[in-house]
């Protein structure tokens, strides 16, 4: 709340500073800051980019809003020496690769099935949509119509490893690749990260991530 209250303080002293029109390489970088910020893939248009205050020789970017919530993007300039001087503003049009129903999907099919990954207006993407490379797993919670951007919710994703159940471990050292067999001390989906007892005589106990059904990888 104080560094909010900071930024709009700092924001409202700049109110009264004249606007100009801001000049091209102003908008490249202003366009890299907000890319570094966005899943790769995304689009992005920007459309009245303006400075209000000082812009110096030397200064840099940073970014004060989310672009994935708002239109109006800002950011603030810094000096070489690290003093605000202004700010940078912009209207923004982005699009996100999101993954989106293209046929309907019955509850309990696999949803990769029916889905694509389509870019989409940043402002219609729920905050818990589901990525697509998440979803190689993932069964339908309810029916799927088409046009729906995925989230959490219209997914289950099943667990690919039980507890007590034999698997794959492997150890990855540089170029070399070592796989032995364990036994899991807990369940996991894939990625989580679960404890295996492996079954050489040491018996050691390991952590991996899960790779697959029955696969782990030590991280």
């Known amino acids: 709340m104080r560094n909010f209250f900071i930024i709009f303080l700092s924001f409202f002293a700049f109110a009264n500073t004249a606007i100009a029109k801001a000049p091209a390489h102003v908008g490249e970088e202003l366009r890299v800051v907000v890319e570094a910020s966005l899943p790769s893939g995304s ?3 920007l459309t009245e980019i303006s400075v209000r205050g000082k812009l110096p020789t030397t200064y840099s970017l ?3 809003c989310d672009p994935l ?3 109006n993007i800002r950011a603030l300039i810094r000096s070489e020496k690290g003093t605000q001087t202004g700010w940078v503003t912009a209207k923004a049009s982005i699009r996100v690769p999101a993954a989106v129903v293209v046929a309907t999907i019955p509850r309990g099919s696999r949803v990769v ?3 694509s990954l389509q870019l989409v207006e940043a402002r219609e993407i729920p ?5 697509f490379d ?3 797993d993932g069964v339908a919670s309810r029916d799927l119509r088409p046009g729906k951007v995925v989230s959490t919710s219209d997914v289950v994703l099943p667990k690919l490893v039980d507890r007590g159940q034999p698997v794959e471990l492997k150890v990855r050292r540089g170029t070399v690749v070592i796989t032995v067999r364990g036994i ?3 369940a996991g989906r894939r990625g989580d990260v679960i404890r295996v007892k492996t079954s050489t005589a040491e018996g050691r106990t390991l952590e991996g991530v899960v790779t697959g059904p029955g696969a782990c990888e030590v991280p």
């Open 69 to 71: 919530r708002v239109t």
């Open 43 to 45: 689009e992005i248009d």
């Open 62 to 64: 940073e970014l004060r």
């Open 113 to 115: 099935d029916g889905t």
């Open 127 to 131: 905050r818990n949509a589901v990525l």
């Open 134 to 136: 998440d979803l190689e």
């Open 184 to 186: 899991a001390l807990n």
